[in-house]
């Protein structure tokens, strides 16, 4: 079974190519995975962010 890994916003920011004001925003209105709060850090697991990754292509024209 492959590992999955957690991202930091920094690592997060690098690999949507958007900022932490951006992305806070989207989780705000419920279009961004929210992560999860781990030992007082904010981390998001990156299969989760591959899925939003592909359904936003799709979405986009």
């Given at each position: 079974?492959?590992?999955?890994?957690?991202?930091?916003?920094?690592?997060?920011?690098?690999?949507?190519?958007?900022?932490?004001?951006?992305?806070?925003?989207?989780?705000?209105?419920?279009?961004?995975?929210?992560?999860?709060?781990?030992l007082g850090k904010r981390l998001w697991l990156e299969s989760e962010i591959?899925?939003?990754?592909?359904?936003?292509?799709?979405?986009?024209?």
């Amino acid at each position: 079974m492959p590992q999955d890994r957690l991202l930091p916003l920094p690592e997060l920011e690098r690999k949507i190519g958007f900022k932490k004001s951006k992305i806070y925003d989207w989780i705000a209105n419920g279009g961004f995975p929210p992560g999860k709060l781990v030992l007082g850090k904010r981390l998001w697991l990156e299969s989760e962010i591959d899925e939003w990754i592909t359904a936003e292509w799709e979405k986009a024209s």
